[in-house]
């Protein structure tokens, strides 16, 4: 199963959502973004300049938005593509538009609204149809630091679960969907 995390605007969460979802399916993660994944998943993160299609895994890519000609090829073969953005306007009509151009390639995307407050909800909306909100947590920090998944992380502690409780719900909802269209147990 490949997963590709994609956006052409920067500072949306790609990465911190690629990272836990392919520590807790224990999938492969592939960037071509310079960050902390080589680090923090030892001997399952790669970062490749020159990034490129691995057949017959379980892959998780984090694209970032610059051009890359092997990024038309991953895109078509993706199970599915997620397309995080913020509430912000810039990034919404950038979301839009790389919408528009994953959508040549694949008719499996899904938006997620990421790094959100309650009241950006319905200002997402207004400009893209997010399937899956993710509020702003400094737990995603967290598991770069820890080396750990926000899953990990939850079930350490039962004060981390009532801390943790609202996004991790929220992560656990994108997470157990990802699974169920890889028909994942």
């Known amino acids: 199963m490949n997963i590709v995390f994609y956006n052409k605007k920067g500072g949306v969460g790609k990465t911190s959502l690629a990272y836990n979802v392919a520590r807790d399916l224990g999938f492969f993660l592939i960037s071509n973004d310079d960050s902390i994944i080589e680090t923090a998943y030892e001997g399952q993160a790669k970062i490749m300049p020159k990034i490129k299609l691995i057949e017959n895994q379980n892959i ?3 694209l970032g938005g610059f051009t890359d000609p092997n ?3 991953i895109l078509k073969a ?3 593509v997620v397309i995080p953005t913020i509430a912000d306007i810039n ?3 950038r ?3 790389t919408m528009k151009e994953v959508a040549t390639f694949t ?3 899904m938006v997620v609204g990421n790094i959100v407050k ?3 909800q319905e200002f997402i909306a207004e400009y893209v149809n997010a399937e899956f909100f993710i509020r702003e947590s400094k737990i995603f920090q967290k598991s770069f ?3 750990k998944s926000i899953t990990e992380i939850f079930n350490e502690s039962k004060l981390h679960q009532y801390r943790y409780r609202n996004i991790y719900k929220e992560y656990e909802s994108l997470l157990k969907h990802l699974k169920d269209l890889g028909g994942l147990i």
């Open 107 to 109: 008719k499996n995307i």
């Open 91 to 93: 990034s919404l009509k």
């Open 145 to 147: 630091i820890e080396k």
């Open 118 to 120: 309650q009241k950006d």
């Open 78 to 80: 993706a199970d599915i």
């Open 60 to 62: 998780v890519y984090d």
């Open 95 to 97: 979301t839009a538009n």
């Open 71 to 73: 990024i038309v090829e």
